[in-house]
């Protein structure tokens, strides 16, 4: 694998359309984050609001360089403890609950802010020939302002104590190869080539058993979904008149409709914007407000939110709805699906009127032909 691509390196594409490079793409980030024995750090053990700020902005731009799925299942590894003081006003299940969803949206969106951050972006990064690291940083004029206000609410609102991850031998090796691997795949722009070198690399470190049985693993949890999808969508798009179909159809609103059913499909089927930036990112901020819509939009937040919360936890604003889908007869209880959605309708509302001024007035296209010399 390693010396044919090497001899198609100048001049040819062993993958020869944006889905398909997204499809190698994504089965290559869920084999190194299956590979790599890295965690999430954890900074301000002592002091858990800052901790908790710390965390939330942490998820939302480690996602710029592997997709949120990643992120959301090492956010599930850590280990949540009661954070009591005079100011609490929930009870500690929602308290983790809410710290959880705030991380997840957070990577969901902030991830778009580079092209290989976030499956539901990368197709159409590629289909618009705007592959390259400068393409997504100027979404990050509003995502990390934003991302430091949704902290701020998660360390306010929501505090936890999490359990100080050990800066171990083993997680220093996992966090140096995931950031060669990663920095392999931003480079050479060739996953298949980077998919040999893992192979060959586990093959040398003996570890070649482990990364089967850890990329199985992910695969399971979630990770086959939206490499499903990817592949669906590239069925689908070689359908006779299907990519002129959807060129006409799917543009505006139906973009963000089409992304809260499924974003990695919709960011697969919209088509590219070809030169014109504007478009693109108006596009990408669609996908990027339907990708956190429900559980089940990115295929990752329902690997984490399958449980259910008590109904006399929840904040006073989710209460009538949820008494509405049965919350006062269940049991007391509710999904915690159901309360995910709840608490992410006004943070994307939030996120919706920053991304439509900034849409508005053009700002990221300017700032990209800025950065760019264009």
């Keep these: 694998m390693v010396l044919s691509v090497h001899t198609w390196m100048h001049g040819h594409h062993l993958v020869h359309d944006a889905i398909g490079e997204t499809l190698w793409t994504a089965i290559y980030l869920t084999m190194v984050v299956a590979f790599c024995d890295f965690l999430l750090p954890t900074f301000f053990g002592s002091r858990p609001r800052m901790s908790i700020f710390c965390m939330v902005f942490m998820c939302g731009h480690v996602s710029l360089f592997f997709d949120s799925f990643a992120v959301v299942l090492l956010l599930n590894g850590l280990t949540i403890h009661k954070f009591t003081t005079a100011a609490t006003k929930y009870d500690h299940q929602f308290n983790a609950f809410a710290f959880k969803t705030i991380c997840a949206y957070c990577a969901l969106t902030v991830g778009g ?78 996953p298949f080539f980077c998919l040999a070198l893992l192979l060959l690399y586990s093959a040398l470190t003996c570890r070649t058993v482990k990364l089967v049985k850890e990329t199985l693993h992910e ?24 990519k002129e179909w959807c060129g006409a159809n799917i543009k505006g609103p139906l973009v963000w409709v089409l992304s809260s059913i499924s974003s990695p499909f919709a960011g697969a089927m919209v088509q590219g914007a070809g030169d014109d930036l504007s478009l693109f990112y108006r596009n990408l901020s669609l996908i990027m ?86």
């Design 289 to 374: 407000l339907g990708a956190p819509m429900f559980v089940s939009s990115s295929l990752v937040a329902i690997v984490v939110f399958r449980d259910t919360i008590r109904y006399m936890d929840l904040p006073a604003f989710m209460k009538p709805v949820a008494a509405l889908l049965g919350g006062k007869k269940n049991g007391g209880t509710v999904q915690e699906a159901v309360a995910y959605t709840l608490l992410v309708i006004p943070m994307n509302i939030g996120l919706a009127a920053c991304l439509f001024v900034a849409n508005y007035f053009d700002i990221f296209a300017t700032t990209y032909r800025f950065l760019s010399g264009s």
């Design 219 to 242: 695969l399971q949890h979630g990770a086959a979904n939206a490499i499903g999808l990817i592949l669906i969508a590239m069925i689908i798009l070689h359908l006779p008149g299907t």
């Design 113 to 190: 802010g580079f092209y290989i951050g976030e499956l539901w972006g990368l197709p159409y990064f590629i289909s618009s020939g705007m592959a390259n690291p400068l393409a997504g940083l100027p979404l990050l004029l509003v995502l990390t302002p934003y991302c430091c206000i949704m902290s701020l609410v998660a360390a306010y609102w929501y505090p936890v104590r999490i359990e100080p991850v050990p800066f171990t031998k083993k997680q220093i090796i996992g966090t140096v190869e995931i950031t060669l691997m990663l920095t392999a795949i931003i480079l050479t722009h060739r």
